[in-house]
């Protein structure tokens, strides 16, 4: 009887340290656990924004010649890839295309466009049997770190020219 009653009391313990750490206003426990989720998954998009500009600034020569504005994120059906800058890339996308492809992503819908600067917006889904093809899950953070290497080599290959 007493065991019951000091886990009762150290369960609304750690229920209440949850609610006060994620600034929860809920009362009961399964509100307290969902809005826990909610900000667990909100300090991971921080996190995502975060390493996005620390990606960007390790890219000094696609940063240097032009702003370059990339987003990764990951949803249920697969990832939305937004790549934006304000010059004309020639070749870019067909870096692009190649990087989603040795990922193992099937472009599902995309939209470019070449006229203002470089836009694309593309949702990449994960191909069936990809985790066992490339032997890890993917996340936005391969993503993302795919597609900054495909920017990178499409940046020194035309450098060349």
């Given amino acids: 009887m007493v065991s019951r009653k000091h886990k009762k009391a150290a369960m609304y ?3 209440q340290l949850l609610r006060s750490i994620t600034n929860s206003h809920a ?18 998009r921080k996190i995502d924004e975060m390493n996005h500009q620390d990606n960007i600034a ?5 940063q240097a010649s032009s702003p370059l504005q990339l987003k990764v994120e990951a949803h249920q059906t697969g ?5 934006f800058t304000e010059r004309s890339c ?25 006229s203002e600067g470089f836009h694309l917006e593309a949702i990449g889904a994960k191909l069936d049997n990809q985790g066992a093809d ?5 996340d936005a953070q391969v993503v993302k770190a ?4 495909a920017i990178q080599s499409w940046s020194e290959a035309s450098e060349q020219k």
């Fill in 146 to 149: 795919a597609v900054l290497e």
């Fill in 13 to 15: 313990k750690k229920l």
């Fill in 134 to 138: 490339h032997g890890h899950e993917i």
């Fill in 90 to 114: 020639c070749g870019l996308l067909v870096f692009l295309l190649e990087a989603f492809e040795e990922l193992g992503l099937d472009v599902r819908q995309a939209r470019v466009s070449c």
């Fill in 27 to 44: 009362h009961n426990k399964s509100s307290i656990i969902l809005d826990a989720s909610n900000y667990i998954e909100d300090l991971k």
């Fill in 79 to 83: 990832f939305l890839i937004e790549v």
């Fill in 58 to 62: 390790a890219a000094p020569n696609v």
